[in-house]
């Protein structure tokens, strides 16, 4: 397994952030974002960023702030994904090449930038919050999928949920009224995070690192 390696950031600006990322072996086939939930970057995420980097992406996830602060803990979400970016472009990995992938609030915070960034391509694992804001300092995701700039995919397990089934519906055709291209896959019957069904978790993966393929050229 690739190793991850940890560092303490510090931009000009004085923004400090902490990161735990890995390496490709190989060539660097792009930078991608690991959003997760609000506080210190878990033995998941690690495994996230190891699992990428294996894959030939340069992977990176930040130690997101648990203090709201004036913006909320979306605020701090975003806050983090800027400068993590930026962190990755230091590293020499061109914006054209850069990608997020988020899992539930930073699922959630994904899409959210997908609609105001032109990034090579998203990808939100159980983002919630679809028709009404998950935290202070997002949107609704419905009310933004149709302004997505930059290529999103959605997956979603609807753990049989007949409510939640037609709110994931709802994002999709919102999410189809945008000008790029969009996905929104239904897990039927699996969990927000995928932990209760193996099979559906791998195909998961496959269609993210696919989705990423096609489209971090």
Request: proline fraction near 3%.
């Amino acid at each position: 397994m690739t190793q991850t390696h940890t560092q303490d950031y510090e931009r000009a600006d004085g923004r400090r952030l902490g990161l735990t990322y890995a390496e490709p072996d190989g060539a660097v086939r792009g930078g991608l974002v690991v959003l997760h939930e609000v506080g210190a970057v878990t033995d998941a995420a690690r495994l996230l960023v190891a699992s990428l980097a294996a894959e030939g992406w340069f992977a990176v996830a930040p130690e997101i702030d648990g203090a709201e602060g004036g913006d909320g803990v979306g605020g701090a979400v975003l806050a983090a994904l800027d400068t993590t970016l930026a962190w990755l472009v230091d590293q020499g990995v061109r914006g054209d090449q850069l990608g997020v992938v988020g899992f539930d609030l930073g699922g959630t915070a994904a899409l959210v930038v997908a609609a105001n960034r032109k990034l090579g391509a998203a990808v939100s694992v159980g983002g919630r919050g679809i028709e009404a804001p998950a935290a202070a300092g997002l949107p609704a995701l419905i009310d933004i999928a149709s302004d997505l700039a930059s290529p999103w995919l959605g997956l979603y397990g609807d753990n049989g949920d007949e409510a939640g089934q037609a709110e994931i519906d709802k994002l999709k055709e919102a999410a189809g009224r945008s000008k790029v291209a969009t996905n929104v896959v239904r897990y039927a019957g699996a969990s927000h995070r995928f932990d209760a069904d193996p099979d559906a978790a791998a195909e998961a993966w496959q269609r993210t690192l696919s989705w990423f393929d096609a489209h971090l050229r």
